[in-house]
Structure formats: structure tokens, C-alpha cells
């Protein structure tokens, strides 16, 4: 199993571009998560999705959009990236609560490195 | 006051040194609390976890829940190089809550 696997692992992009980011899973998990991660902010989570075709706002969503058309992968989408979109982003997936610790044990994948000129 | 609080350090110990690694939090509605391990350039991966109040072992390693005081500890005992890393808290409600609530991670360095 690969896991959670993201792509791309880094990108350079300029003010008011636009790009997506990959994020696919091959564990069948129902939960996933997309999180930016900053020097001295810690983890904070931009939108999530319990299931196939249903998404959330999380804490940092402005900026951003998501899809889940399939239940092995979870898209964040930046529209007009901004400098302050450069972070480092993690997707993450999880079981349901019905199973095991549930959405407490969080698979997160490598990690994208982003960068906004 | 931010939900989950948590000492950024850097933390620099000695190896065979015994390290303590704390969070407190705000809401007492967690019941989840869990810590886990991210190497540099990695994404995290989940170390241990535990339920409500009261210890959890796992070899050299030890987390501790007081909810009455809203603090949680992970000890590492006998440590070693491979365990620098940055440590992150983190907690959620009951019912198995699909959010989780992260401290912002502490960086441990472990000197040979």
C-alpha cells in the first residue's frame, strides 16, 4: 500500500496563478483532510471531507476550494494564489469513528512545499 | 487563549536523558488526546494516544492525561538520536470526531 500519497512534492508559483494540488489515498478511508502547515502556527485545517461528494470548511478555508469526486482523492484547489498561500500542505485521511481510534488517527501524506512569488 | 497550548521549545537533550513534552488545553470537552511524531520534512504520523484520563505505556514511552488540571505529558525515557523530531499534541471531542485540534508541535533535538 502507498499510503497517502500527494502531488506535487513542491511548486514555485507567481501572485494570481492558479494550480491544484493531488491528494489519494488507497486504505478506503471515509475522512480526509487538507492542512497548511507554518513556521510557529502549527497544523491548521483548510477544508475536510467525511465522505465521497460532501466537503467542509475548516479553520483556514479562505483562498482555497476542494472537491472529492471520488473517495480515494481529495483536490485543494488555489484559484489566485497570494504570497501568503506559501506554506507547506499536508493531506491527511482517516476511518470513520465506527472503527478502531476513527478519525483520531490521522495518515498524513508527505507533505506539498509551495511557494508564492 | 488558543484551544490546545504547547511550548514550541527548541528542546536540546542529552541521549539516555528522560524528556517531558507538555500541552495544556481550554476545553474540557476533549476526550480524545494523542501525540504524534513529525520528522523534518515529513508528515506526521500518530506515537500514542489515549482516552479520557490516566497513563498509557508503549516501551519508552509515556503519555499522561490530568484532565482536572487540562495538562497532558508524553515522557520518553532512555533517549535517543532517532527520537529528534517535532512532537505535536493534539485532541477531540467524544463521539469520534472527525476534526482533531493540534499544539503548534514542540522540536526535540537528542545529542549523541
Known amino acids: 500500500n502507498a499510503g497517502v500519497t500527494q502531488t506535487p512534492k513542491f511548486r514555485v508559483l507567481k501572485t494570481g496563478q492558479s494550480m491544484t494540488l493531488l491528494c489519494a489515498q488507497d486504505?478506503?478511508?471515509?475522512?480526509m483532510y487538507w492542512y497548511r502547515q507554518d513556521p510557529g502556527m502549527g497544523l491548521r485545517l483548510i477544508h475536510y471531507?467525511?465522505?465521497?461528494?460532501?466537503?467542509a470548511k475548516g479553520e483556514v478555508p479562505d483562498g482555497y476550494n476542494v472537491s472529492r469526486l471520488k473517495k480515494q482523492n481529495f483536490l485543494l484547489g488555489l484559484e489566485s494564489a497570494a504570497p501568503s498561500q506559501t506554506s507547506v500542505y499536508f493531506c491527511?485521511?482517516?476511518?470513520?469513528?465506527?472503527?478502531?481510534?476513527?478519525?483520531?488517527?490521522?495518515?498524513f501524506g508527505p507533505g506539498t512545499r509551495l511557494t508564492v512569488t | 487563549q488558543k484551544e490546545v497550548e504547547q511550548d514550541p521549545g527548541p528542546l536540546s537533550v542529552p541521549e539516555g536523558a528522560i524528556v517531558s513534552l507538555n500541552c495544556t488545553y481550554s476545553?474540557?470537552?476533549?476526550?480524545?488526546f494523542m501525540w504524534y511524531r513529525q520528522y523534518s520534512r515529513k508528515g506526521p504520523e500518530l506515537l500514542m494516544y489515549?482516552?479520557?484520563?490516566g497513563n498509557k505505556e508503549d516501551g519508552r514511552f509515556t503519555a499522561q492525561v490530568d484532565k482536572s488540571s487540562k495538562y497532558i505529558s508524553l515522557f520518553i525515557r532512555d533517549s535517543q538520536p532517532s527520537d529528534s523530531a517535532t512532537y505535536l499534541c493534539?485532541?477531540?471531542?467524544?463521539?469520534?470526531?472527525?476534526?482533531?485540534?493540534f499544539g503548534k508541535g514542540t522540536k526535540l533535538t537528542v545529542n549523541p
Open positions: 476545553n474540557s470537552a476533549f476526550q480524545y
Open positions: 489515549t482516552y479520557s484520563s
Open positions: 471531507s467525511v465522505g465521497e461528494g460532501t466537503t
Open positions: 491527511a485521511s482517516s476511518y470513520t469513528s465506527g472503527r478502531a481510534l476513527g478519525a483520531q488517527e490521522q495518515y
Open positions: 493534539a485532541m477531540s471531542f467524544q463521539g469520534g470526531s472527525e476534526k482533531l485540534v
Open positions: 486504505m478506503n478511508h471515509e475522512y
